[in-house]
Antibody
Framework: EVQLVESGGGLVQPGGSLRLSCAAS????????MSWVRQAPGRGLEWVAN????????YYVDSVEGRFTLSRDNAKNSLSLQMNSLRAEDTAVYYC????????????????????WGQGTMVTVSS | DIQMTQSPSSLSASVGDRVTITCRTS???????????LNWYQQKPGKAPKLLIY???NLQSGVPSRFSGSGSGTDFTLTISSLQPEDFATYYC?????????FGQGTKVEIK
């Protein structure tokens, strides 16, 4: 079964750090871009960061740039998000998601979507 | 950043109704052969989102055929042809055209 399982969430004080992990199974982890998407309580979805197959490319939303670091261990089928200098506005459920790329019928371009999601892990930043 | 605006923000409908949700992007999203960088997701309370439609009009495997997507440029639509009890949820559009990937604010479909 294709599965993503997040862990590492919890309560942390403003300015603190937390490390989230995502364990992948049921597919060839090293073949896919992976992302983190978060959802603040009662709010919509926000893409946070993504990483390419070998970890050489990483992209972040501006609000976390310089504070969050994304990494992966393909030997362990694992994705990690190191979150530093946490703020109240980082409070959210964090989802790990697989990015699936598909080519259009003409083969002209790649189209990506988040096709597999984990169950999410809650991060609460509060004093 | 590309801004995504969904309408309506919420709607009430009955089982069997045809439901249409619109997503407008702040700039045109390119595509090829009616494939556009626009995806649709369904989320139920306390659950992770689920991919319904990819590249604007392609049905994700396992998703019922009553769901369909269309559109081009800046205007995209998700249609549920005959609403079923399990379809009451929140729906999000998402663009994969340019970084940062952005989502619409969501459309909550409630029971009338």
């Amino acid at each position: 079964e294709v599965q993503l399982v997040e862990s590492g969430g919890g309560l942390v004080q403003p300015g603190g750090s937390l490390r989230l992990s995502c364990a992948a199974s049921g597919f060839t982890f090293s073949s896919y871009w992976m992302s983190w998407v978060r959802q603040a309580p009662g709010r919509g979805l926000e893409w946070v960061a993504n990483i390419n197959q070998d970890g050489s490319e990483k992209y972040y939303v501006d609000s976390v740039e310089g504070r969050f670091t994304l990494s992966r261990d393909n030997a362990k089928n694992s994705l990690s998000l190191q979150m530093n200098s946490l703020r109240a506005e980082d409070t959210a459920v964090y989802y790990c998601a697989r990015s699936l790329g598909r080519k259009d019928p003409s083969g002209s371009a790649w189209f990506s979507s988040f096709d597999i999601w984990g169950q999410g892990t809650m991060v609460t930043v509060s004093s | 950043d590309i801004q995504m605006t969904q309408s309506p923000s919420s709607l009430s409908a009955s089982v069997g109704d045809r439901v249409t949700i619109t997503c407008r992007t702040s700039q045109s999203i390119s595509g090829y052969l009616n494939w556009f960088h626009l995806n649709w997701y369904q989320q139920k309370p306390g659950k992770a989102p689920k991919l319904l439609i990819y590249a604007a009009s392609n049905l994700q495997s396992g998703v019922p055929s009553r769901f369909s997507g269309s559109g081009s440029g800046t205007d995209f639509t998700l249609t549920i042809s005959s609403l079923q009890p399990e379809d009451f949820a929140t729906y999000y559009c998402q663009q994969g055209y340019s970084d940062p990937w952005t989502f619409g604010q969501g459309t909550k479909v409630e029971i009338k």
